[in-house]
């Protein structure tokens, strides 16, 4: 009985699907198969009731997959002591962030890591804050950067700083409107990430408030097709002016206020709950906690 063996008995279990569980690791289905049969062998029993719709597993299963869980989770603790024992931290470090935090502020933070902590290997993956929630919850990253409004009991956060959404558009040559009020931004047409981003949450939540829809005529989960749609004149965005900072500075896009009570987000720094912390976690959290303040603090 192998490690790996029980690896492929945790995620398909958990899965219920031999496909799923090879595309959750990465390899292929066979290989999978293979190690499945020669612990059944092994023990002399059936693990998992296969047909056409997956792979049920068997009491033998559930008991091995328990057993295997709990071995995994003293590794990781035996891992974590290890590297915690250390003076200076090491280790790789996956942090999610969203597009429009994943060019300068990626960058100044993977510096800051570099020069405090040499130890540490930062990747940087970027990804709307759905899918960042999601890779936070399956273990693909170590800490991302997502809306307070997603945070849940699975995930330990903390806020970093809120936000005035604004009505992102192209400048004309008429005189700037003062604000909209949320009626009349109720009313423009819009270019939203679909759900369940974090912030067609935000903005989904405070329309409803105040019985109202959005007008989206439009929904981008890339960034650069976002922002072209509203620079194209066909469209609104609704942003923080930090999100779009270089666009509003060189003259491309303008951002107008919307009037009380006016739409708010609040980003926050989040973890699994269920995985305990390394020394590097703990210090790229840190740093992306003092330098996220830093940099919007200075854009309000």
């Known amino acids: ?13 958990r899965l219920g699907s031999f496909s799923k569980a090879a595309s959750k690791l990465r390899i292929a289905q066979p290989a999978i198969s293979k190690q499945i049969h020669a612990l059944e062998d092994e023990f002399g029993v059936e693990l998992f009731h296969r047909d ?13 997959c328990r057993a295997a869980e709990g071995i995994f989770a003293q590794l990781d603790e035996a891992k974590t002591a290890i590297l915690n024992s250390k003076e200076s931290p090491t280790g790789v470090v996956r942090l999610g962030v969203p597009p429009s935090l994943s060019s300068n502020f990626a960058t100044n933070v993977d510096d800051l890591i570099k020069s405090r902590y040499p130890g540490i290997c930062l990747k940087i993956i970027e990804g709307w804050t759905g899918f960042l929630y999601d890779w936070i919850v399956g273990d693909t990253i170590d800490l991302g950067i997502i809306y307070s409004s997603q945070a849940t009991e699975h995930l330990v956060w903390e806020p970093l700083v809120t936000e005035d959404i604004c009505v992102i558009g192209m400048p004309t040559d ?30 989904d ?35 923080p002016p930090s999100e779009v900072r270089e666009e509003i500075e060189s003259h491309r896009l303008c951002a107008t206020p919307i009037a009380k009570p006016g739409i708010k987000r609040t980003l926050c720094i989040a973890r699994s709950g269920q995985k305990r912390l390394t020394k590097a976690v ?19």
């Open 205 to 239: 939540k405070v329309f409803s408030k105040h019985g109202l829809s959005p007008n989206v005529v439009s929904e981008a989960e890339v960034w650069r097709i976002l922002k072209d749609q509203v620079e194209r004149g066909d469209v609104f965005a609704l942003l």
């Open 282 to 300: 703990e210090k790229v959290f840190e740093t992306i906690f003092d330098e996220t303040n830093r940099r919007l603090r200075k854009d309000q």
């Open 174 to 203: 008429k005189p700037c409107q003062t604000d909209y009020s949320l009626t009349q931004v109720a009313q423009l047409p819009l270019v939203l990430p679909p759900r369940p981003h974090g912030l067609r949450l935000v903005i």
């Open 52 to 64: 056409g719709h997956g792979a049920v597993p068997t009491n033998a299963a559930k008991i091995l």
């Open 1 to 13: 009985m192998k490690l790996r063996q029980l690896e492929f008995v945790i995620w398909v279990t």
